[in-house]
């Protein structure tokens, strides 16, 4: 479980949807060049990680890529860089690449893992968010995945969008329950700044969820999951059984290192934490000059390691050790008013987060930093 | 022969040569060179002033221009110092001795300012007038006691209209205290409401002046100004003292300076001194090495030697500020003087509240900015305080509402400092079972219930003068805070001015705002210690999720307790963050519970996605949020923001 994991960014998206702020492009022809950047960028860390027990690659849309620059990737990652005997291989695919052809072809490179991008299977609310497949496309890849022999299959869904009824939501739900996936994420909606939906928010376009039904969409998402038998084990993610649980973003909650390829890919090694330029143009030039891509990097102190202990820890069912607190002051008394709250309970050594606690994931750090 | 160096103006330089060269000759052989040298060379440069030498004491004055609030008194100095030319047109403002922001801002001096005027009276009789404007407000007094001690005389100033008030007759006892020559000057007779004859005869019937020594002038017209000068040069005598005895100076007043260290502000009364001697403070005992003396004209003027009858300033490198105390007396080392000046009477507070930095590691730095800042402002008194919630601090004492805010703002303003205030409160009397008398100030002293006997608190009689119009609204005040046997008087049509006892407590939380909204700016208060009177009190703490908050801890009247805690829980709700739990504020007296409040938690506060690049910007954001925590009060679970302690301070309706 600690070994390192590999992350690939491929940032091309055939659209953009209007409340994602992930970095991607839509100009295609950019792919080769890309790959080639890519190749040389391999060649960097070749030495630096040792072996990987993970791959996963996210977007933009992976899937957007052909059968021959699929491979090509693949051949690329698998001949420099060193990988476990069984390592988890992801891949982020969006229904309206699904097809049996496909399907086979990433059986046949290796992919053991697919996130389906589904976000809602509700007609509107698919034509709101701007996506390129339709309930039944998005149902249709769910099908095709699963003959094909597919039992890792997570499925991303998103709720909390604007004037979402709790009852549109739960369809959803309870619709992909029929199809019993090994995972599923629930992202609560961000409006991010710099989206188009963060303008109409501005320009009153959309309105805001709030608090209070941000709160509720999360209690219900939860609680009906879990009785369906789901493990919440991170406050987006939920897993049929412990053993699918996405091996490789685990990592990212527990400082294991990663190395992330592509543009605005983040990376972390002994304490050390970089990130890729966002860009491709200015990723694929400085790869040609013979420089890193990278656009900045930090090394995290002791106090910034603990911090995000602290926070990422609460963020997950594994929860915060107890020896991490207790040199905070008051972290006695502040620890039993949220036990009396019913934010955390107490395992053992560790102070693990209950379902309330979560929605408070973020402001609990903050309670035992001094 | 005495030769301290003086300034002229160049006016004064042309209209010297303009009387008779030979007759110039015979005052003063050795200066007429030099002062052509001076004309020519400030005519060149531009240089306004220049130095000259002066005889003797006989042609020096000191004097303190005192008066109640706003009489004009800096504006008369104003006059003063433009007669002499001291400052060009072009640099001139007015109130230009309030130098301070505040002073400037608030249209009121605050501190005392001494000015050396150079002045030649008709005769060509050449002076040094050294002027000490001084503030009008209550709350400034030991200011101006201060001051009256380096001089002579005194120009009593009366408003034309407002004739006599409360600080007026206030100031007049200080100067005969001191056995001050008096002038009364009645200011602002080009007013239209202006009452001369009226004011004439309060001076002579309520102060005891004779009505023929009253000079008329109007600071703002610059009418009779020239009455003022040869009354201050004919009327307050020359100081006395010899040049020859030991040293004594004493310190009026002091400042610090990064570079320098103390400037002493003096008096000196017996020898002289000059850069190079060795003086000795005499309370420590400390001697330091003189680096320089001079005078106060606008800016600091540099001076060969001060010598007795001298008003003027002292620096000697001392960064220790503790050596220096206002009220010490300076004497040179090699020759002491055998005893010490009498120095000042203590400076006794009568509002008091503690301060507390608001990071704690900034302790060090509050102290020292105390100390420093008591140089300058002899009326602080401070002592150490601490408190469960505010960690270390200092309980200080006021002359007044005024002064503690005016403190507060320098502190912050000139030192940099950034700090918690509690409620202000004033000094409370207990007498115990046993007999014993004690008297707090502070709530945490308060003693146990059990063993007291019997509670007094000082009491105030407020004279509130206001239009007829807002009669109603200001009874329903005094009554509501406690006032008690009410009086009018009718001093002129369609105003009226109510009397009440009322309780010092009363007053010095958000009564003159009160007041202030309430009449529209028309009210105006004053008010006299009237003594201590029984009252039931009881101390009030507020609570936080069951957490005694000490700083917010009162000690108040039982009938009044229960609005101040509803106020305080309130105020307090409305400040404190959301928190990931509940939290109950409440009032209570002794365990019993007499107001409280809620504050509830968030409902949510987590972001959804936190992936590999999230996490940077998900800490950078928590350590932002950390940085503003430090700045908060931690009392149990709760963070209590600095601003939740000042809320519970502000007025009703801010
Ligand atoms: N009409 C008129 N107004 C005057 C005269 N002298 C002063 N004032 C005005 O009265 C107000 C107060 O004047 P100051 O000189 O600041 O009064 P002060 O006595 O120094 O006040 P404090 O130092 O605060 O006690 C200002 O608005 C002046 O312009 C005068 O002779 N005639
Ligand atoms: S497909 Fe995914 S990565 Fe591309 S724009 Fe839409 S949400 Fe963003
Ligand atoms: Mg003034």
Redo the contacts between chains.
């Keep these: 479980m600690n070994r390192p994991g590999l992350?690939v960014h491929v940032p091309f998206c055939r659209t953009k949807c209007p409340y994602c702020d992930f970095y991607s492009v839509t100009s295609l022809s950019l792919v080769p060049a890309w790959l080639d950047a890519l190749q040389r960028e391999v060649l960097i860390y070749r030495d630096r990680f040792g072996s990987f027990d993970s791959l996963y690659l996210g977007g933009g849309t992976p899937t957007i890529l052909g059968s021959r620059e699929l491979t090509r990737l693949m051949e690329v990652l698998f001949q420099d860089l060193s990988f476990s005997r069984d390592p988890e291989i992801t891949i982020e695919a969006n229904p309206d690449d699904i097809t049996k052809e496909k399907t086979a072809l990433l059986r046949d490179l290796g992919f053991n893992r697919i996130s389906l991008g589904v976000q809602s299977l509700n007609e509107k609310e698919l034509q709101f968010l701007q996506r390129r497949h339709s309930a039944k496309q998005a149902e249709e890849a769910i099908e095709i995945i699963q003959a094909s022999g597919y039992t890792n299959l997570g499925i991303d869904l998103m709720y909390g969008l604007p004037g979402q009824d709790e009852s549109v939501w739960m369809a959803t739900l309870r619709r992909i329950l029929v199809y019993n996936p090994a995972h599923i994420s629930c992202?609560?909606?961000?409006i991010s700044k710099g989206t188009p939906f963060y303008r109409m928010l501005k320009q009153g376009r959309i309105q805001a969820t709030g608090?209070?039904r941000?709160?509720a969409f999360?209690l219900l998402t939860s609680a009906y999951l879990e009785e369906n038998g789901y493990v919440h084990y991170e406050?987006?993610n939920f897993a049929r059984e412990e053993k699918t649980m996405s091996r490789h973003?685990i990592k990212?909650?527990r400082h294991v290192p990663?190395l992330?390829l592509g543009p605005?890919?983040?990376?972390?090694l002994k304490g050390l934490?970089w990130?890729n330029l966002r860009s491709v143009d200015g990723y694929c030039q400085a790869l040609d000059c013979g420089r890193r891509p990278v656009e900045d990097r930090?090394r995290l102190t002791e106090e910034?390691v603990w911090?995000?202990s602290l926070?990422?820890g609460f963020?997950t069912r594994e929860g915060v050790k107890r020896k991490l607190i207790e040199g905070s002051?008051?972290s006695g008394?502040?620890l039993?008013?949220?036990r009396?709250?019913g934010?955390v309970t107490l395992h053992g050594d560790r102070i693990i987060p209950t379902r309330e606690g979560?929605?408070?994931?973020?402001?609990?750090?903050?309670?035992f930093?001094h | 022969m005495r030769v301290t160096p003086r300034l002229i103006t160049e006016k004064q330089c042309f209209q010297l040569i303009r009387r008779d060269p030979v007759d110039l000759l015979n005052q003063d052989t050795t200066n007429f060179g030099i002062l052509l040298t001076i004309c020519y060379v400030s005519k060149i440069k531009g240089i306004h002033r220049q130095r000259l030498n002066l005889t003797d004491m006989t042609q020096i004055r000191n004097f303190s221009i005192i008066a109640h609030i706003d009489h004009g008194k800096s504006t008369l100095a104003d006059r003063l110092i433009q007669y002499t030319g001291l400052v060009s047109e072009r640099d001139f403002r007015n109130q230009i001795l309030d130098t301070m922001d505040l002073e400037r801002e608030r249209g009121i001096t605050i501190k005392s300012q001494t000015v050396t005027l150079p002045y030649a009276d008709r005769s060509g009789q050449e002076y040094d007038l050294n002027l000490i404007d001084t503030p009008g407000h209550v709350d400034f007094s030991y200011e101006v006691s201060r001051s009256l001690s380096s001089c002579e005389g005194v120009l009593l100033l009366v408003d034309a209209s407002q004739g006599i008030q409360a600080q007026t007759l206030a100031n007049l006892y200080m100067a005969m205290e001191h056995d001050l020559a008096i002038i009364p000057v009645i200011n602002k007779i080009d007013l239209p409401s202006a009452d001369v004859d009226r004011v004439k005869d309060e001076i002579e019937n309520e102060l005891g002046l004779d009505s023929d020594q009253i000079i008329l002038c109007s600071a703002k017209e610059g009418t009779g100004i020239e009455a003022v000068f040869e009354a201050i040069v004919n009327r307050i005598p020359p100081p006395a003292g010899k040049e020859d005895n030991p040293l004594t100076a004493l310190i009026f007043d002091a400042a610090y300076d990064l570079f320098r260290g103390v400037i002493i502000s003096c008096r000196v009364f017996d020898g002289t001194l000059g850069p190079g001697d060795i003086i000795r403070l005499m309370s420590k005992g400390a001697a330091y090495r003189v680096e320089e003396v001079g005078c106060f004209c606008l800016n600091k003027e540099p001076r060969d030697r001060l010598s007795a009858g001298d008003v003027g300033y002292v620096i000697a490198g001392i960064k220790t500020v503790s050596d220096t105390r206002v009220g010490d007396t300076i004497t040179l080392d090699g020759r002491p003087a055998p005893t010490a000046l009498p120095g000042f009477q203590e400076a006794k507070p009568v509002v008091f509240s503690s301060i507390y930095p608001i990071a704690s590691d900034d302790y060090h730095s509050l102290a020292d900015a105390l100390e420093k800042y008591k140089l300058n402002d002899a009326a602080l008194t401070y002592e150490k305080d601490s408190s469960a919630a505010l960690g270390q601090g200092f309980r200080c004492g006021f002359l007044g509402l005024l002064h503690l805010e005016i403190v507060q703002q320098r502190l912050e303003r000139e030192y940099d400092q950034s700090f918690i205030m509690t409620v202000p409160s004033v000094q409370y009397r207990f007498t115990l079972e046993d007999g014993h008398c004690l008297s707090v100030d502070n709530p945490q002293y308060y003693p146990d219930p059990i063993v007291i006997r019997g509670s007094e608190e000082p009491f105030i009689q407020a004279s509130i003068l206001i239009p007829e119009r807002y009669m109603g609204a200001v009874m329903k005040l005094c009554l509501d805070r406690r006032g008690e046997n009410s009086r009018f008087t009718y001093p002129s049509t369609g105003r009226i001015e109510i009397r009440f006892d009322m309780p010092l407590a009363e007053v010095i939380v958000d009564f003159y705002d009160r007041l202030k909204t309430i009449t529209q700016g028309y009210g105006s208060f004053d008010y006299d210690f009237i003594g201590y009177r029984e009252s039931d009190l009881v101390k009030l703490d507020i609570l936080v999720n069951g957490e005694k908050v000490d700083a917010l801890s009162i000690i108040v009247h039982k009938d009044r307790a229960r609005d101040w805690a509803v106020r305080a829980c309130d105020r307090l709700k409305d400040e404190i963050p959301r928190h990931q739990f509940k939290i109950a504020i409440q009032g209570a007296i002794g365990g019993k519970i007499i107001s409280r409040s809620t504050v509830s938690p968030f409902r949510k506060d987590v972001t959804a996605k936190c992936y590999g690049g999230d996490i940077t910007r998900k800490r950078k954001l928590l350590e932002k949020q950390k940085k503003g925590k430090k700045r908060m009060k931690i009392v149990g679970s709760v963070m209590i923001p600095q601003k939740a302690f000042v809320a519970v301070l502000k007025s009703e309706d801010e």
């Design positions: 992350y992202y609560q909606m961000t608090e209070e941000e709160r999360f406050i987006s973003n990212y909650w990663y992330g605005s890919a983040h990376s972390f934490r990130w930090e910034q911090l995000e926070f990422l963020r002051p008051n008394s502040t039993r008013e949220i009396s709250a934010l979560f929605i408070l994931a973020d402001s609990l750090p903050l309670l930093s």
